[in-house]
């Protein structure tokens, strides 16, 4: 696998952060008297973006949300080399013997590691993915490039292990990391400085576990990475999992920002601290997966929840699920092929089963799962009521009824999406395609109006006789305009298709950076919904300025023989497009997804055409009970009764 961050199909729900930074104050390094500490909050390295699109992901600042890493353990300890003991929380190994072993790079004039700093699970994770070393840094250092293969293959090997017994170990996707008993490392400890470090950042750190020993876990894995400050200070970053409980834990007091930083969301109840322990703690058994144990029992556990997601997505229509039924259908083929002998699963497998427990826990996170306050629909906030309406600008409800009212239907959408500063990715990336076909079929139209407009003007009786004048007729005029609007829309319908391609939305990360830009406060949201209604108010203005340049040819300087025809069928069409408008009677009232059920709501407002509606109603009875009276006596038929019904009429 690439070292770059994933990109991956599938994952819904995504929130972002506006602020770009934290004011929690960083915990005190231990054994730290004075300041000089990591800024645990503030000096975080930019996170990976996360493999899978998830239901929500959160950005924080300039931060791509960080990839889940999901944990799944039964209740005995997790041991990649189960034949040897974890290290004991009050064992000192200050004293012990560090062992360089095959490092790639001399030694140097170095600083030692002196304060110890807790560090969430996120950072480790930015860490591995952002942190990379290139093949352009290895010209002038002691690693040599090979260039010649030796007789028989006589080539130096790694070692098994370095230092006092660091085991490497190769994630499938290719990352090397060590374990010494059971503390894990990202760190490249073939190279001897980093060895060093690590070794003197594994002492500082059993010693301070030697003072809080009553406290700890008996199942306890810990992570430790070395962080370089400005000044060359070197702190040793770590965090430690509590396998038991699934949780991770550090030895001071930490803000909430180390399990809930990437969702920036206010937390009541320890229970749902729960899920933000879960995500971090899967997260960590990804990152680490060789010889872990999962049993049969929790595998199937996992894929009833999924299959519970693709029924909830099949008949719900504002169902959480973070995956539309075609993802949910592979995932639950990919968990069914899984097998497991004995709770023994490959580390393959194990990545696999990890990031969906993470990401699964994630989604409990975000939408409260577990608490009197959980989100059960997905366009429903947790934080206000939004069945009510929220009123609009003076200027977005004039440009919404002069773009036929389309805006107000994108604005409903995007409330529905882009919800307590998070994307629905589901309902997103089906609004994307949908405006995507939108655009690409007016084009069609658009052009053949264009071309009738040539056409139109190119008339001798229109063109005044191909006679140049500085003077232009009014249907030359309109006409003029109807070729603007319509190459206005041909052009935007364009630009908006390659700036909202679906594969470019196909992320979580992806729509929550379009969006935090676009609609990250209510008049921007207004005005990314006209942006997007522009295309249907070039396309509908120009039908509607085409139709009247025709309109004034039949009418101006033509007999009656001519008017009283295209009156009529001017008049017929009118009735008939009324119908299709009224059409949005069908819709609910509360969900008004489409201009048709948008344009209805509006014109009932207006006297005309309330009246206009019942007189038809009261002609429509007149006329049927006219013709049941005249089927049985023809006589009826008089012209009293023509007068009578020209009276209805007026």
């Given at each position: 696998?690439?070292?770059?961050?994933?990109?991956?199909?599938?994952?819904?729900?995504?929130?972002?952060?506006?602020?770009?930074?934290?004011?929690?104050?960083a915990?005190?390094?231990?054994?730290?008297?004075q300041?000089?500490?990591?800024h645990?909050?503030?000096?975080?390295?930019?996170?990976?973006?996360?493999?899978?699109?998830?239901?929500?992901?959160?950005?924080?600042g300039s931060?791509?949300?960080?990839?889940p890493?999901p944990?799944?353990?039964?209740?005995?300890?997790l041991?990649?080399?189960?034949?040897?003991?974890?290290v004991?929380p009050?064992?000192?190994?200050?004293?012990?013997?560090?062992?360089?072993?095959?490092?790639?790079?001399?030694?140097?004039?170095?600083?030692?590691?002196?304060?110890?700093?807790?560090?969430?699970?996120?950072?480790?994770?930015?860490?591995?993915?952002?942190?990379?070393?290139?093949?352009?840094?290895?010209?002038?250092?002691?690693?040599?490039?090979?260039?010649?293969?030796?007789?028989?293959?006589?080539?130096?090997?790694?070692p098994d292990?370095?230092?006092?017994g660091?085991?490497?170990?190769?994630?499938?996707?290719?990352?090397?990391?060590?374990?010494?008993?059971?503390?894990?490392t990202?760190s490249?400890?073939?190279?001897?400085?980093?060895?060093q470090?690590?070794e003197?950042?594994?002492?500082?750190?059993?010693?301070?576990?030697?003072v809080?020993r009553?406290?700890l876990?008996?199942?306890?894995?810990?992570?430790?990475?070395?962080?370089?400050?400005?000044?060359?200070?070197k702190?040793?970053?770590?965090y430690?999992?509590?396998?038991?409980?699934?949780k991770?834990?550090?030895?001071?007091?930490?803000?909430?920002?180390?399990?809930?930083?990437?969702?920036h969301?206010?937390?009541?109840d320890?229970?749902?601290?729960?899920?933000?322990?879960g995500?971090?703690?899967?997260?960590?058994?990804?990152?680490?997966?060789?010889?872990?144990?999962?049993?049969?029992?929790?595998?199937?556990?996992?894929?009833?929840?999924?299959?519970?997601?693709l029924?909830?997505?099949?008949?719900?229509?504002?169902s959480?699920?973070p995956?539309d039924?075609?993802?949910?259908?592979?995932?639950?083929?990919?968990?069914?092929?899984?097998?497991?002998?004995?709770?023994?699963?490959?580390?393959?497998?194990?990545?696999?089963?990890?990031?969906?427990?993470?990401?699964?826990?994630?989604?409990?996170?975000?939408?409260y799962?577990?608490?009197?306050?959980?989100?059960l629909?997905?366009?429903?906030?947790?934080?206000?009521?939004t069945?009510?309406?929220?009123?609009h600008?003076?200027?977005f409800?004039?440009?919404?009824?002069?773009?036929?009212?389309?805006?107000s239907?994108y604005?409903?959408?995007?409330?529905?999406?882009w919800l307590d500063?998070?994307?629905?990715?589901?309902?997103?990336?089906?609004f994307?395609s949908?405006i995507?076909?939108?655009?690409?079929a007016?084009i069609?139209p658009?052009?053949?109006?264009?071309?009738?407009?040539?056409g139109?003007?190119a008339?001798?009786?229109?063109?005044?006789?191909?006679?140049?004048?500085?003077?232009?007729?009014?249907?030359?005029?309109?006409?003029?305009?109807?070729?603007?609007?319509?190459?206005?829309?041909?052009?935007?319908?364009?630009?908006?298709?390659r700036?909202?391609?679906?594969?470019?939305?196909?992320?979580?990360?992806?729509?929550?950076?379009?969006?935090?830009?676009?609609a990250?406060?209510?008049?921007k949201?207004e005005r990314?919904?006209?942006?997007?209604?522009?295309?249907?108010?070039?396309?509908?203005?120009?039908?509607?300025?085409?139709?009247?340049?025709?309109?004034?040819?039949?009418?101006?300087d033509?007999?009656?023989a001519t008017?009283?025809?295209?009156?009529?069928?001017?008049v017929?069409?009118a009735?008939?497009?009324?119908?299709v408008?009224?059409?949005?009677?069908?819709?609910?009232?509360?969900?008004?997804?489409?201009v048709?059920?948008?344009?209805?709501?509006?014109?009932?407002?207006?006297?005309?055409?309330?009246?206009?509606?019942q007189?038809?109603?009261?002609?429509?009875?007149?006329?049927t009970?006219?013709?049941?009276?005249?089927?049985?006596?023809?006589a009826?038929?008089?012209?009293?009764?023509?007068?009578?019904m020209?009276?209805?009429?007026?």
């Amino acid at each position: 696998m690439a070292d770059g961050p994933h990109t991956s199909t599938l994952h819904p729900y995504t929130s972002i952060l506006l602020t770009g930074t934290t004011d929690t104050p960083a915990t005190p390094a231990l054994g730290v008297p004075q300041p000089g500490y990591l800024h645990a909050t503030g000096s975080r390295a930019p996170s990976r973006a996360s493999d899978v699109s998830s239901t929500t992901a959160f950005v924080e600042g300039s931060f791509e949300s960080a990839p889940p890493s999901p944990v799944i353990l039964q209740d005995q300890p997790l041991s990649a080399e189960p034949e040897q003991d974890c290290v004991e929380p009050c064992k000192d190994v200050a004293d012990q013997n560090v062992t360089p072993g095959a490092a790639d790079s001399p030694s140097k004039s170095r600083r030692q590691v002196e304060w110890l700093s807790p560090m969430p699970v996120s950072f480790f994770v930015r860490n591995r993915y952002e942190k990379r070393h290139y093949l352009s840094e290895m010209h002038g250092s002691a690693v040599q490039e090979i260039k010649e293969i030796p007789a028989m293959n006589k080539m130096r090997p790694r070692p098994d292990s370095v230092g006092r017994g660091w085991k490497p170990y190769v994630h499938p996707e290719g990352q090397l990391y060590f374990r010494w008993k059971n503390i894990y490392t990202n760190s490249y400890l073939y190279d001897s400085d980093q060895l060093q470090d690590i070794e003197e950042a594994a002492d500082i750190l059993e010693k301070e576990l030697q003072v809080h020993r009553a406290d700890l876990p008996e199942n306890i894995e810990i992570t430790i990475e070395i962080y370089v400050e400005g000044d060359g200070g070197k702190l040793a970053c770590y965090y430690i999992c509590d396998l038991d409980a699934e949780k991770v834990l550090w030895l001071v007091d930490c803000s909430i920002d180390y399990l809930v930083e990437e969702e920036h969301m206010p937390v009541y109840d320890e229970a749902h601290l729960l899920h933000a322990h879960g995500n971090f703690y899967w997260q960590h058994v990804q990152m680490f997966p060789h010889n872990r144990i999962f049993s049969k029992n929790r595998l199937i556990e996992l894929r009833t929840i999924l299959t519970y997601h693709l029924h909830d997505r099949a008949t719900s229509r504002t169902s959480n699920a973070p995956y539309d039924a075609d993802d949910l259908h592979r995932f639950v083929q990919v968990f069914g092929d899984i097998e497991i002998i004995g709770d023994c699963v490959s580390e393959y497998d194990m990545v696999k089963i990890a990031r969906m427990k993470s990401l699964l826990c994630a989604e409990q996170l975000r939408h409260y799962h577990g608490t009197k306050w959980a989100r059960l629909d997905a366009n429903r906030s947790v934080h206000r009521d939004t069945s009510t309406k929220c009123g609009h600008s003076w200027w977005f409800n004039l440009l919404s009824f002069l773009f036929f009212f389309t805006p107000s239907v994108y604005i409903k959408r995007l409330d529905e999406m882009w919800l307590d500063m998070k994307i629905n990715h589901q309902p997103w990336r089906k609004f994307i395609s949908e405006i995507q076909e939108d655009w690409t079929a007016s084009i069609t139209p658009s052009a053949v109006i264009l071309t009738a407009n040539v056409g139109f003007l190119a008339i001798q009786s229109v063109d005044q006789g191909g006679t140049a004048y500085p003077d232009r007729t009014a249907g030359q005029i309109v006409s003029y305009i109807s070729t603007i609007l319509t190459i206005g829309n041909i052009i935007a319908c364009t630009i908006l298709a390659r700036q909202h391609r679906p594969s470019s939305h196909l992320h979580a990360d992806d729509a929550l950076s379009y969006l935090v830009e676009r609609a990250g406060t209510r008049w921007k949201a207004e005005r990314l919904a006209i942006i997007l209604s522009i295309p249907t108010a070039f396309f509908l203005w120009g039908l509607f300025t085409f139709s009247a340049a025709i309109l004034w040819v039949c009418f101006h300087d033509t007999y009656i023989a001519t008017r009283i025809p295209v009156l009529s069928v001017a008049v017929f069409s009118a009735i008939l497009v009324m119908l299709v408008v009224m059409n949005g009677e069908w819709s609910p009232p509360q969900v008004v997804h489409s201009v048709p059920a948008t344009m209805r709501q509006q014109f009932r407002k207006i006297p005309v055409r309330r009246w206009t509606e019942q007189t038809l109603k009261k002609l429509s009875r007149r006329m049927t009970g006219l013709a049941r009276r005249t089927s049985s006596n023809p006589a009826a038929l008089s012209p009293e009764r023509d007068l009578e019904m020209g009276e209805v009429v007026r």
